[in-house]
């Protein structure tokens, strides 16, 4: 309707529109709801705008919702003291309209100030359990750098915080996430400390760093093993899962690591650890079906370490294993097409059957979601594992599809091993590819060198 000067105050907004629409104050009042008492006092400067009365005025005005926002931080943020009666309601309604950028203009005000650091805390929890996590986020981080020298709790729950709300599928972006997060993992209160190293395992593990699940991983069997021991088989009111789920996955992460580092002996020895339930006492429901689930891990866990070292007579077994377990499909296939590749298996009929597995889907268990950032690393590597195989039957057409839908996949997660390992195996069968998927190929890669700003960076030649 008019431009916003940053010069003008929005009480003159105001008497501006009133002068041009020829109309009175009661006259506005009955059109935004604002008593015209609260208006004319607004309007002499003797009463503060309050948020509910900006909003009332902005919508009387015609105006798009926070249209005076940036007015309203210069004029109560900037030019007085912040009072936080007028800071949390004005943060709050930001968040209401996912207009995060006025709440970071606002925080930034304030950060020096380390009294404002336990309210910001509590309106970002508030915030965070009604799931505005987005808007959460610069509130965390006005905590984190307000309290940095300070070591408190309200420092570890917002780093911790930080890093959920961060991850995503940009492997790159989780890992810088990961590393500064797990600086405060032991700072967090015991219950929250379960949960942070079962996200950190699971990223590490997306990361294929099986060296920090090794690490990480015996970490959380000892702090899970305490909590138990101190205080039975409940389930604590600030932990996502039974305390039982993390005892016996510290085992199974350790195990994994193991079997992806070729010490098959080993991850076998950590399946009996987690299929072990003696020394849980009178488990409940829930815990039951934890369990169950730990049981059926292990029994596909112990199929795939024996095929991929080697004992393909596994193979019948294993898929027979899997046809009646649907959630175990896409982990198996990851695995049978690595032995496949291998050990010169003939897969095809495997492949047919499970194809609608080639389509990205979200992964869960009895027990709940799996983590996406594990899904996405193995989906990629499902890809290039089939192209990989279809290329040696000297199938180029399925080779060629499936390596570009990796690569092309690999890029959207920011996975740079990935892409690599893409362009390795596009460039060995470059002579077999159509003008059509060399100019595909060369979009992608374009793609890729655009990530320079993530400081990805690669190289490639043609063979």
Not at 199 to 224: F, P, Q
Not at 267 to 278: G, R
Not at 435 to 440: A, H, K, P, Y
Request: aromatic share 12%; proline share 2%.
């Amino acid at each position: 309707m008019f431009p916003l000067n940053s010069n003008t105050t929005i009480r003159e907004h105001l008497e501006i529109y009133l002068k041009t629409n020829h109309m009175t104050l009661n006259q506005f009042s009955e059109i935004s709801g604002v008593n015209s008492g609260t208006l004319s006092g607004t309007l002499n400067g003797s009463r503060p705008i309050g948020m509910q009365q900006l909003d009332r005025i902005t919508e009387g005005m015609r105006l798009e919702e926070g249209y005076f926002y940036d007015l309203y931080i210069q004029e109560c943020f900037v030019h007085s003291s912040p009072d936080w009666r007028r800071l949390r309601p004005f943060l709050y309604r930001c968040a209401e309209l996912d207009k995060v950028k006025y709440m970071e203009e606002a925080v930034n005000l304030i950060m020096d100030n380390l009294s404002y650091a336990p309210l910001l805390f509590e309106l970002a929890e508030q915030l965070y359990h009604e799931g505005r996590l987005i808007a959460a986020r610069p509130l965390y981080r006005c905590v984190a750098e307000s309290e940095k020298m300070q070591h408190s709790e309200r420092l570890a729950l917002s780093q911790y915080r930080l890093f959920t709300i961060g991850l995503s599928k940009d492997q790159m972006s989780n890992l810088a996430l990961a590393t500064q997060f797990e600086f405060f993992v032991d700072r967090l209160d015991e219950p929250y400390q379960l949960d942070g190293l079962n996200d950190l395992i699971n990223v590490y593990a997306s990361l294929r760093r099986w060296d920090k699940l090794l690490e990480l991983g015996e970490k959380l069997k000892v702090r899970a093993t305490i909590h138990y021991e101190l205080n039975g088989n409940r389930k604590s009111k600030e932990t996502k899962k039974e305390i039982v789920f993390y005892v016996l996955y510290s085992y199974l992460v350790m195990g994994s690591a193991c079997f992806y580092l070729e010490d098959y002996k080993t991850a076998l020895h950590y399946i009996t650890q987690y299929i072990d339930h003696s020394w849980v006492q009178c488990p409940t429901e829930a815990e039951e079906l934890v369990m169950l689930q730990f049981q059926e891990w292990a029994e596909a866990n112990r199929f795939m370490y024996m095929l991929r070292d080697g004992q393909v007579h596994v193979l019948p077994d294993y898929l027979n294993y899997i046809s009646n377990k649907e959630n175990e499909v896409f982990p198996a296939l990851c695995e049978i097409v690595v032995a496949a590749n291998s050990f010169n298996l003939d897969i095809e009929h495997v492949l047919n059957k499970y194809e609608s597995v080639f389509l990205y889907q979200e992964q869960v268990s009895r027990i709940g979601k799996m983590s996406s950032q594990i899904t996405n690393d193995r989906y990629a590597r499902l890809l290039m594992g089939i192209s990989e195989y279809y290329f040696g039957k000297e199938d180029y057409k399925n080779g060629f599809k499936t390596l570009l839908d990796s690569l092309s996949f690999s890029l959207e997660i920011n996975n740079g091993l990935s892409m690599l390992k893409c362009v390795g195996l596009f460039e060995k069968n470059r002579r077999y590819a159509s003008d059509s998927l060399i100019m595909r190929y060369q979009h992608l890669i374009s793609e890729v060198q655009n990530l320079n700003d993530k400081k990805i960076s690669f190289s490639y030649s043609n063979m």
